[in-house]
């Protein structure tokens, strides 16, 4: 089945500073990328995703990037803040699977003032 | 709209007994995935059902099964309840039947003792 790696585990940062978290999936079927922020004693909030026939998405300080030939998508969050602070999970969804999500180990992410 | 739900919100359980969770998915979404978040292996698929029927099953034993119902709300029960169970269950609807965008309810924090 699929499996998605993601790195790194933990990441701190300065305030105003750019943070990329980078994840690699196994199976070149999968077509969905979603992005998910958790913080602490909450549900996970979806920020962003991208499908395979997209390279590139942006939403305001977040965007994600796919490069499908080598199967590995990332998110960068530029200027971060505080409020950054969070559990970042990536997940792949494979053709054909349904709303099946395959979640990385999660980036503990620390915005430091 | 209001957003997915989930009752209870904490439950304590014994070993060998059983449990029901309930998911009430965004009015309109037909899809309910199942989740199962812990510390040791993070968010892991348990099921997903659309229009009543299971569409995908994940790695866990046959003591956790699921329902869905005509009106799109959904019920998973895990039977004979082991310490390992304890973990926060989330489950997230969506509108569309494949790759769609997933939301999450709040989740079910379960300790088994």
């Known amino acids: 089945g699929e499996n998605v790696e993601q790195h790194p585990s933990t990441l701190s940062v300065q305030e105003g500073d750019s943070a990329v978290i980078k994840c690699t999936y196994s199976?070149?079927?999968?077509?969905?990328f979603p992005w998910y922020k958790q913080e602490l004693g909450k549900r996970p909030q979806l920020i962003i995703d991208?499908?395979?026939?997209?390279g590139e998405k942006k939403d305001q300080r977040i965007a994600v990037t796919l490069n499908k030939t080598a199967k590995h998508f990332s998110l960068h969050i530029t200027e971060t803040q505080p409020e950054d602070s969070a559990v970042y999970f990536c997940a792949a969804s494979l053709t054909g699977g349904g709303n099946k999500l395959t979640f990385g180990t999660g980036t503990q992410l620390k915005v430091e003032l | 709209k209001a957003g997915v739900t989930q009752t209870p919100r904490y439950l304590i359980k014994t070993r060998g007994q059983q449990v029901t969770l309930s998911c009430s998915p965004i009015s309109g979404h037909r899809s309910v995935s199942w989740y199962q978040q812990t510390p040791g292996q993070g968010l892991q698929f348990l099921f997903e059902y659309f229009s009543e029927t299971q569409r995908n099953k994940g790695n866990f034993p046959g003591r956790f099964s699921g329902r869905q119902f005509s009106n799109s709300r959904s019920e998973m029960n895990v039977s004979t309840l082991e310490l390992g169970d304890s973990a926060l269950y989330l489950c997230?609807?969506?509108?569309?039947?494949?790759?769609?965008?997933?939301?999450f309810g709040p989740g079910t924090r379960l300790t088994v003792t």
């Open positions: 997230a609807s969506s509108i569309q039947g494949a790759d769609g965008e997933q939301y």
């Open positions: 991208i499908r395979s026939n997209v």
């Open positions: 199976d070149s079927a999968s077509n969905y």
